[in-house]
Nanobody
Framework: QVQLVESGGGLVQPGGSLRLSCAVS????????MAWYRQAPGKQRELVAA????????NYADSVKGRFTISRDNAKNTVYLQMNSLKPEDTAVYYC?????????WGQGTQVTVSS
């Protein structure tokens, strides 16, 4: 059974940093991409950043470019999201997603709150 366990969320002041982790356990046939999404209260879930398995290319939402970095440790089967220069508008529940060849898998989410 596939499980995605996120960690690293919390309360941080504006301008601060957090690093989210998503550890993947279980067997997934051919992971195509790993990504982070977020959902703020009253808003739709949106893509924050993604990393493609083949080639390692990344893409980011315009709102986080230059501040967030997605990375992956293949040996640990873990994907990270380094978030710097955090803003109050980054406040949301952050979800990890793994896109396999035949199915997508989601984590349970971790709360990030940016507030003074």
């Amino acid at each position: 059974q596939v499980q995605l366990v996120e960690s690293g969320g919390g309360l941080v002041q504006p301008g601060g940093s957090l690093r989210l982790s998503c550890a993947v356990s279980g067997s997934i046939f051919s992971i195509n991409a790993m990504a982070w999404y977020r959902q703020a209260p009253g808003k739709q879930r949106e893509l924050v950043a993604a990393i493609i398995t083949s080639g390692g290319s990344t893409n980011y939402a315009d709102s986080v470019k230059g501040r967030f970095t997605i990375s992956r440790d293949n040996a640990k089967n873990t994907v990270y999201l380094q978030m710097n220069s955090l803003k109050p508008e980054d406040t949301a529940v952050y979800y990890c997603k793994v896109a396999g060849a035949f199915a997508n898998y989601w984590g349970q989410g971790t709360q990030v709150t940016v507030s003074s």
